[in-house]
């Protein structure tokens, strides 16, 4: 590791460059699955919480293995910042793409979406227990061979490889969209 962290502002600034041979997150108490880690890491950017990340994360000739399995994974950039008062925040991957743009909190996300369902399906789906504030969020997510992933996130999930997702929420106006192909 060889690089900067700066915490004399507000929010804190991050210019690092790492070789990790080897993290086993399991061992980190990161996961709970044997899931392990080795890549080039490039950081650039201002934050001190997933919401006001600013700047550029990149991850290179990577290898991430769970449960002694290779998953299909060598890379990820993740770029955020403003573009005419309009916050865009990009995620580049070997097996997705995806672009979300406008005026949102990346917290509140879950309980936007909650909202939402609830307000359609209130049998189905409970009111969130904090309601979200003012979302205003356009989306554009492409995926290749995205399911290996998905296994981490919930192991009964599968069947997004290959797909795309647009649309948009917007609780000021009562406007949810989605495009699924």
């Given at each position: 590791l060889n690089g900067v962290i700066?915490?004399?502002s507000a929010t804190p600034r991050f210019d690092l460059v790492a070789?990790?041979?080897k993290a086993n997150l399991k061992e980190l108490q990161l996961t709970k699955?044997?899931?392990?880690?080795r890549g080039k890491l490039n950081f650039n950017f201002t934050s001190s919480n997933i919401d006001n990340f600013l700047?550029?994360?990149?991850?290179?000739d990577a290898e991430l293995l769970r449960n002694d399995t290779r998953l299909p994974f060598d890379s990820l950039v993740i770029t955020s910042g403003y573009e005419g008062g309009i916050k865009k925040l990009t995620a580049r991957s070997n097996e997705f793409d995806a672009k979300v743009e406008g005026d949102f909190s990346i917290t509140d996300l879950p309980n936007a979406f909650t909202y939402f369902?609830?307000?359609y399906y209130?049998?189905?789906?409970a009111q969130p227990k904090k309601m979200p504030r003012n979302q205003d969020i356009?989306?554009?997510?492409?995926t290749y061979y995205a399911d290996e992933f998905l296994l981490l996130i919930d192991s009964s999930m599968s069947g997004i490889s290959n797909s795309h997702f647009s649309g948009q929420i917007n609780l000021p106006e009562n406007i949810f969209t989605l495009k699924a192909d």
């Open positions: 700066d915490f004399n070789d990790i041979r699955d044997s899931i392990s880690f700047g550029t994360a990149r991850i290179s369902l609830h307000k209130p049998a189905y789906v356009r989306f554009d997510i492409t």
